[in-house]
Every structure is written in C-alpha cells, then in structure tokens.
C-alpha cells in the first residue's frame, strides 16, 4: 500500500519561494510517474504537474508553467516541487499523487489513485 507524506507547505508573500516535499512509501517509488494538485477553497482539485517515472519527462498547468518545477530524487524516495514567483492565487492546499501503474511517460497514460493528506500553501498579496 502506497503512503505518501506531503511537507514544506507555509506562509508566504507574493513573490516568494518555497518548496514542497512528498515522501513516498510502500512500492517502488521508482517505477512509477508521481504528480502535483491543489484544491483551493471553494474550487475543484485541480493538476498542477507531473513526473514520469524516470524523471525524463515533466508536464505543468499553463498556470504554473516557468514559475513551478517538479523533480525526483529515486533513492531517496521523495517527490519535490520548487515553486517560485508564488501569487496569492496559488494558495490551496497541494496534494502529492502516485501513478497507479508503472512505467508510464506521457500525462495522458497517468492514472492518480494514491494521494497525500496535503499541505496548506497561503500566499500574501
């Protein structure tokens, strides 16, 4: 069983940087493509960015696009994403996603069925 642990979230201005952790446990991390959503209050979930399994192949929201960047460490089995230029309307809570199938490169291909708890990012005008 997939358990994912999201960290890094806070309180930030507009402006800002901060960078979100995803711990990963229970398979191979390496095996599977891994992806960023957040939920802000009042909206649906919404995709923020993705990772293929081997970390080749990334894949943004026009939203975050030059602004957010996603990565993998595989051995040590955690997800990241830098995010950078924050305004206030990413402030949503981020949830960090696994793949339900391996080895998949293409978003298209990708199916989320194990999520995080999330983690609360505020940001500042």
């Known amino acids: 069983q997939v358990h994912l642990v999201e960290s890094g979230g806070g309180f930030v201005q507009a402006g800002g940087s901060l960078r979100l952790s995803c711990a990963h446990s229970?398979?191979?991390?390496?095996?599977?493509?891994m992806g960023w959503f957040r939920q802000a209050p009042g909206k649906e979930r919404e995709f923020v960015a993705a990772i293929s399994w081997s970390g080749s192949a990334t894949y943004y929201a026009d939203s975050v696009k030059g602004r957010f960047a996603i990565s993998r460490d595989n051995a040590k089995n955690t997800l990241y994403l830098q995010m950078n230029a924050l305004k206030p309307e990413d402030t949503a809570i981020y949830y960090c996603?696994?793949?339900?199938?391996?080895?998949?490169?293409?978003?298209?291909?990708?199916?989320?069925?194990?999520w995080g708890q999330g983690t609360q990012v505020t940001v500042s005008s």
């Open positions: 229970g398979r191979a991390f390496s095996s599977y493509a």
């Open positions: 996603a696994a793949d339900s199938y391996s080895g998949n490169y293409f978003y298209t291909q990708m199916n989320f069925g194990s």
